[in-house]
């Protein structure tokens, strides 16, 4: 270490990235969202709901991997699909959340268990995270649509599972 001035950070293939540049801005907001659903998901019972939040840590451990690419040497051509296979296996998971739970007619306010209170917490920082990403993904001139859909599906999903838990 010590090679970077202080302030500064790396980004793959790149040196002495200012921890106020955007990519790191975005990054440290979905390493917070992926490190809510991981308090989230230490709280769940159900095995399924807790793999179904790991299985969205990697994707945004993913998504991380391609914001520390973004203006560097490593970022290809390749990268304009980014995050299709990943919208389609979220939609699909709240589709089936959806087949098991009911809408609320009203406001709810979770928390009366643990499950609900990580859950809550953990949909209130995505959310969070999906704001800051669109407005650095507009500043940086990127659409990235597939992974801005994939953050608004997730906080989603934390909603749903909401839902799910409120009566156990």
Avoid: W
């Amino acid at each position: 270490m010590g090679k970077n001035p202080i302030g500064s950070t790396d980004l793959i293939g790149l040196s002495g990235v200012r921890k106020s540049d955007p990519r790191i801005r975005l990054n440290g907001a979905i390493d917070e969202a992926s490190s809510s659903l991981s308090l989230a998901k230490s709280m769940l019972k159900d095995e399924a709901d807790r793999a179904l939040l790991t299985n969205c840590q990697i994707d945004l451990s993913n998504l991380m991997g391609f914001v520390a690419r973004i203006g560097t040497p490593r970022m290809g051509e390749e990268d304009l699909s980014f995050f299709a296979q990943e919208l389609a296996q979220i939609e699909q998971s709240k589709k089936d959340l959806e087949a098991i739970v009911s809408y609320p007619r009203q406001f709810i306010h979770p928390g009366f268990n643990q499950e609900t209170g990580g859950l809550d917490l953990a949909r209130s920082i995505v959310r969070r995270a999906e704001r800051e990403a669109t407005e650095i993904l507009d500043d940086l001139n990127l659409e990235l649509a597939n992974a801005r859909q994939y953050l608004n599906r997730l906080s989603s999903i934390c909603y749903l599972l909401i839902l799910k838990n409120l009566d156990e």
